[in-house]
């Protein structure tokens, strides 16, 4: 049996508790003999500037990079908001999906059935929901130069951001994008705003040519990325699979976040090009939701998204997609039998711990194993 090198980051705020989660997990699959794994910790964001001044150090950059995979939770928080811009929590991640060439983000939102009621739309309009957004992740305006504020005199200044694509990172993005329609629905939505900028003129373009040289058996469409949000909020079950830039990626995945109901229970993978020589490539796997400071360390937090970052590890960079799934039935099974954390209960109920839903969701899975 192989054995694969993890790399756990748990960050900031909530990430060592979902973290611990995991951790959990990892453990019984190695005592099981299910799997293999090798685990490493290390530091990024908050805790690794408090540490070191830095927000990810170059020996915890190694690690990323020799590991087979990294499983990471989250940064930030109001503790670090003085500290200098260049190396503030989030530039921790950034410096990961960077050097590590993670240019494909890989969002899915699905709505468990037992969790309709808790999102903020109508039952019929999200129950059943299941999409996937791809975002590209190394390009677009959060990389793009120059990136400056000026001061200009008279108390004005000026801000620049610079929105950048080449065409053959849209190309990349459309492959994994048009790759994994063909798996699911074979439908591919492109948004963009090219109707107010070069760089969406020019992605509709690419996306239009790969389809058409590439995978005509794929149904493709374009939504211009406004529209595209308030049709995700108006009737998201018409989408599959949505690709789009850096910037909209970031915002339109977090609406399709919160059609489930909340933001603890999405997961996200960010992968990197197959080397042609291994067919292994890089790869990140974090929740959706964030550090949430004001719930750190009271065991409220909601492991779900953790959990099935790491399903996506199995997934995505193990092949094991078949335990993938009894991890994702045993979330499933969970919510079936009513187990809450407090971010999806309803009014009155009493709220599981997070290490209470971590330990429900291992008792599941064994079931299934059993």
Known sequence: MATHKLLLLPGDGIGPEVMAEVQRLIDWLNAQGIAKFETEQ????????????????????????????????????????????????????????????????????????????????????????DIMIVRELTGGVYFGEPKTITDLGNGQKRAIDTQVYDTYEIE???????????????????????????????????????????????????????????NLVKAP??????????????ML????????????????????????KTKKRRS??????GSAPDIAGQGLANPIAMISSFGMALRYSFDMGELADKVDAAIAAVLASGLRTADIKSEGATPASTSQMGEAILKELQKLHA
């Not at 921790?92 to 890989?106: E, P, Q, S």
């Not at 989408?239 to 789009?244: A, K, Q, R, S």
């Not at 990140?284 to 939701?289: A, G, K, T």
């Open 42 to 129: 290390g530091l990024v964001g908050g805790s690794a500037y408090d540490a070191h001044k830095v927000s990810i150090s170059e020996g915890d950059m190694a690690k990323a990079t020799a590991a087979d995979a990294v499983i990471f939770g989250a940064v930030g928080g109001p503790k670090w908001d003085s500290v200098p811009y260049e190396v503030r929590p989030e530039a921790g991640l950034l410096r990961l999906r960077k050097d590590l060439g993670l240019f494909a983000n890989l969002r899915p939102a699905v709505c468990y059935p037992a969790l309709a009621e808790a999102s903020s739309l109508k039952r019929d309009v999200v129950e059943g929901l």
């Open 172 to 230: 990349r993005i459309g492959r994994v994008a048009f790759d994994l329609a063909r798996k699911r629905r074979n439908k591919v939505t492109s948004m963009e705003k090219r109707n107010v900028m070069k760089s969406g003129v020019l992605w509709n373009e690419v996306m239009t040519a790969v389809h058409a040289r590439e995978y005509k058996d794929v149904t493709l469409e374009h939504q211009l990325a406004d529209s595209g949000g308030m």
């Open 237 to 250: 079950k018409q989408f599959d699979v949505i690709v789009t830039d850096n910037l909209f990626g970031d």
């Open 253 to 276: 995945s977090d609406i399709a976040a919160m059609l489930t109901g909340s933001l603890g229970m999405l997961p996200s993978a960010s992968l990197g090009e197959v080397d042609s």
């Open 284 to 289: 990140l796997f974090e929740p959706v939701h």
